[in-house]
Each structure stands twice: as structure tokens, then as C-alpha cells.
């Protein structure tokens, strides 16, 4: 009988134990859907940097990128949702719903808790040397008093700049003709040498082109200006109302990952967001920390996948 009690003791402060192990116990895997040195693996490895010390873990980044990122994002989906496997997620994981649809293992809402977003790139309305206006009203005349003549450069059919500029086109009541590149890179290449008129690009895409004065922005869809632009007015303000598209990067964990887990990784994506160091280095590569979290961040996805689908749906638009 003694031996029984002292068993029974042993297995109950061995559970009690597990229980109070603090999260997380083993090294973050941090998934991103894009090769190395692009935007959402500069700021997934910004955030492991600073969150590594803090939870006493390494954080481990691994670029698993193809089918825009639709691979990383079914990885981490079907993964054990115990906080060790997360995803760096971007804008274009709210366009997988209209683009791959009947061809994905996983729902990009319900699969996935939205813990926060790190970091954002304001989209921003950029002309090149074909283009010479001196602002947004006068670009909107332009466009208006000639259909079609203007033509816009984006990183590929359903791309973010893509559904963007669709979006700006019907609150503007402009129509231009779409030349869809195959990345960022060679869209701005063209767009510096005058092939294309304009493009609606990521502020990190284009800075360096802004600064040195080969390429004029024209307004900022943000809900305030850029600290990167501090110049260029939002849409809002030049007279284009309800236009917002900010490129944001965050943070998912697979469905079922336990609230304690979640609430660690808010503490650190805040305390991220509010880190003057990172900021600069964010700065660096034409970007600027974000943190929405929780039932906001939740809700914006939401938002955006309904937005994007309608637009894709609108235009025919399916991912090859």
C-alpha cells in the first residue's frame, strides 16, 4: 500500500511537472514561403534574433518557398499545434483562398491562429520617366481622359500589386492595361527605363529608386503616411477615400496551439514592434514594424480573403 501512494505521488508531481513547463521547451521552427533575403525572410529572421534570448530557445528559420507559399503555409498547417512550428506569413496568404481553390489541404482562416504582424510595406503608387505628372489628381485625370494608353507593371497576374491595382482602378474610375512581370526586380527594371508608365509597388521594392529621384511617388495606401516617405501623401488625403493596402508580415500558428503558447509569442511580437534597434534595421529594407494581434488581426485577414476573392473572381484570375 505504501509503495502504491508513493507511486501515485510520483506519477501526480510528474504530470504537475509537464504541466508548468514553460513554452517553449525546444527550439521555434519558423517557417517562411520564400526564398532567403526577401522581405518576409528579412523579418522572420529580425524576429528570431530578438525573440531567441527571451524564450530561451532558438528560433530556426526555414525558407521553404514555392506555389507563393502555399507549400510552407500546408506544412505548418499540418503540424503539431504545440507552438514549435510557426509561419511567417505575408499579404498573399489572404489571396491562396481565391487562387488555389479545390487545390489546397488546408483553409488559410480556420487552419491557422493569427498571433501578430511584425512588420508592414505601405503599397505606394510610383511613375517612371514616361510618365511625367506632378500628382495623384493629375495622374487620375490623365488616366481618365485617355482609357487604356497608361500601362502598369506588376510582379505577375494575382500578385499583391496586382489585386491592388485593380482595387485603386475601381474606386478611382480609371482603367490601365496590366504588364505582369515574373517578380519585383524586372517590373522596376522596366518601369526605371520607361517600357511601363507606373507601378503599385511595396515602398522596400522601390526606395532607393524614390531617393535618388529616378522614380516619383505619387501617394502612399496607408491609413497614415510612411516614415520612410514622410512627403508623399496617402490616397486619402490626395482625394482617393477608403484606399489601404499595406503589405503586412506575421505571425501564424497552426489551429489548436495552446493559449499559453500564444500569448508568449504576443509578448514577444509586441516588445518586437517596440524595439528601436529593429526598427532601424527594419528601415533598412523598406520596412516599418507592425503590431496587430489577436481578434484585430484575425478579422483583417478575414477581410482581405473576401476582398481578394471577389477580385479574383471578378477578373478570372486562377494561380497557374
Same mark, same amino acid.
Given at each position: 500500500?505504501?509503495?502504491?501512494?508513493? %507511486?501515485?505521488?510520483?506519477?501526480?508531481?510528474?504530470? /504537475?511537472?509537464?504541466?508548468? @513547463?514553460?513554452? +517553449?521547451?525546444?527550439?521555434?521552427?519558423?517557417?517562411?514561403?520564400?526564398?532567403?533575403?526577401?522581405?518576409? *525572410?528579412?523579418?522572420?529572421?529580425?524576429?528570431?534574433?530578438?525573440?531567441?534570448?527571451?524564450?530561451?530557445?532558438?528560433?530556426?528559420?526555414?525558407?521553404?518557398?514555392? $506555389?507563393?507559399?502555399?507549400?510552407?503555409?500546408?506544412?505548418?498547417?499540418?503540424?503539431?499545434? *504545440?507552438?514549435?512550428?510557426?509561419?511567417?506569413?505575408?499579404?498573399?496568404?489572404?489571396?491562396?483562398?481565391?487562387?488555389? /481553390?479545390?487545390?489546397?489541404?488546408?483553409? /488559410?482562416?480556420?487552419?491557422?491562429?493569427?498571433?501578430?504582424?511584425?512588420?508592414?510595406? !505601405?503599397?505606394?503608387?510610383?511613375?517612371?520617366?514616361?510618365?511625367? @505628372?506632378?500628382?495623384?489628381?493629375?495622374?487620375?485625370?490623365?488616366?481618365?481622359?485617355? +482609357?487604356? #494608353?497608361?500601362?502598369?507593371?506588376?510582379?505577375?497576374?494575382? %500578385? %499583391? +500589386?496586382?489585386? !491592388?491595382?485593380?482595387?485603386?482602378?475601381?474606386?478611382?474610375?480609371?482603367?490601365? @492595361?496590366?504588364?505582369?512581370?515574373?517578380?519585383?526586380?524586372?517590373?522596376?527594371? *522596366?518601369?526605371?527605363?520607361?517600357?511601363?508608365?507606373?507601378?503599385?509597388?511595396?515602398?522596400? %521594392?522601390?526606395?532607393?529608386?524614390?531617393? #535618388?529621384?529616378?522614380?516619383?511617388?505619387?501617394?502612399?495606401?496607408?491609413?497614415?503616411?510612411?516614415?520612410?516617405?514622410?512627403?508623399?501623401?496617402?490616397?486619402?488625403? /490626395?482625394?482617393?477615400?477608403?484606399? #489601404?493596402?499595406?503589405?503586412?508580415?506575421?505571425?501564424?500558428?497552426?489551429?489548436?496551439?495552446?493559449?499559453?503558447?500564444?500569448?508568449?509569442?504576443?509578448?514577444?511580437?509586441?516588445?518586437?514592434?517596440?524595439?528601436?534597434?529593429?526598427?532601424?534595421?527594419?528601415?533598412?529594407?523598406?520596412?516599418?514594424?507592425?503590431?496587430?494581434?489577436?481578434?484585430?488581426?484575425? $478579422?483583417?485577414? $478575414?477581410?482581405?480573403?473576401?476582398?481578394?476573392?471577389?477580385? $479574383?473572381?471578378?477578373?478570372?484570375?486562377? !494561380?497557374?
Amino acid at each position: 500500500m505504501h509503495r502504491i501512494w508513493l %507511486s501515485t505521488c510520483t506519477l501526480l508531481a510528474t504530470a /504537475a511537472s509537464a504541466q508548468t @513547463v514553460p513554452y +517553449p521547451a525546444q527550439p521555434v521552427h519558423l517557417v517562411v514561403g520564400f526564398a532567403a533575403g526577401g522581405p518576409s *525572410d528579412i523579418v522572420a529572421r529580425a524576429f528570431g534574433d530578438h525573440a531567441a534570448k527571451p524564450l530561451g530557445q532558438p528560433i530556426i528559420i526555414e525558407n521553404k518557398p514555392g $506555389a507563393n507559399a502555399v507549400l510552407a503555409a500546408e506544412a505548418v498547417s499540418l503540424s503539431k499545434p *504545440d507552438g514549435l512550428t510557426l509561419l511567417a506569413a505575408a499579404t498573399n496568404h489572404t489571396m491562396i483562398p481565391a487562387l488555389y /481553390a479545390g487545390r489546397i489541404k488546408f483553409d /488559410a482562416a480556420k487552419s491557422f491562429i493569427p498571433v501578430c504582424t511584425l512588420a508592414s510595406s !505601405a503599397t505606394v503608387l510610383v511613375v517612371g520617366p514616361s510618365l511625367p @505628372v506632378k500628382n495623384l489628381a493629375e495622374f487620375i485625370g490623365r488616366a481618365k481622359a485617355k +482609357p487604356d #494608353s497608361l500601362t502598369y507593371a506588376t510582379p505577375g497576374q494575382g %500578385s %499583391s +500589386p496586382h489585386l !491592388a491595382t485593380e482595387q485603386f482602378q475601381r474606386l478611382a474610375g480609371v482603367h490601365m @492595361v496590366h504588364v505582369p512581370y515574373k517578380g519585383a526586380a524586372p517590373a522596376v527594371t *522596366d518601369l526605371l527605363g520607361g517600357q511601363v508608365d507606373l507601378s503599385f509597388a511595396t515602398v522596400g %521594392s522601390v526606395l532607393p529608386h524614390l531617393k #535618388s529621384g529616378k522614380l516619383k511617388a505619387l501617394a502612399v495606401a496607408a491609413r497614415q503616411r510612411s516614415a520612410l516617405l514622410p512627403d508623399v501623401p496617402t490616397f486619402e488625403e /490626395a482625394g482617393v477615400k477608403g484606399y #489601404s493596402i499595406d503589405t503586412w508580415y506575421g505571425l501564424l500558428a497552426p489551429a489548436g496551439t495552446p493559449a499559453g503558447a500564444i500569448q508568449v509569442l504576443t509578448r514577444e511580437a509586441t516588445e518586437f514592434s517596440r524595439s528601436a534597434a529593429l526598427r532601424e534595421r527594419l528601415a533598412g529594407a523598406g520596412l516599418e514594424p507592425a503590431n496587430v494581434c489577436g481578434d484585430a488581426f484575425a $478579422a483583417q485577414i $478575414a477581410r482581405e480573403i473576401d476582398s481578394n476573392t471577389r477580385i $479574383a473572381h471578378d477578373l478570372n484570375l486562377k !494561380a497557374e
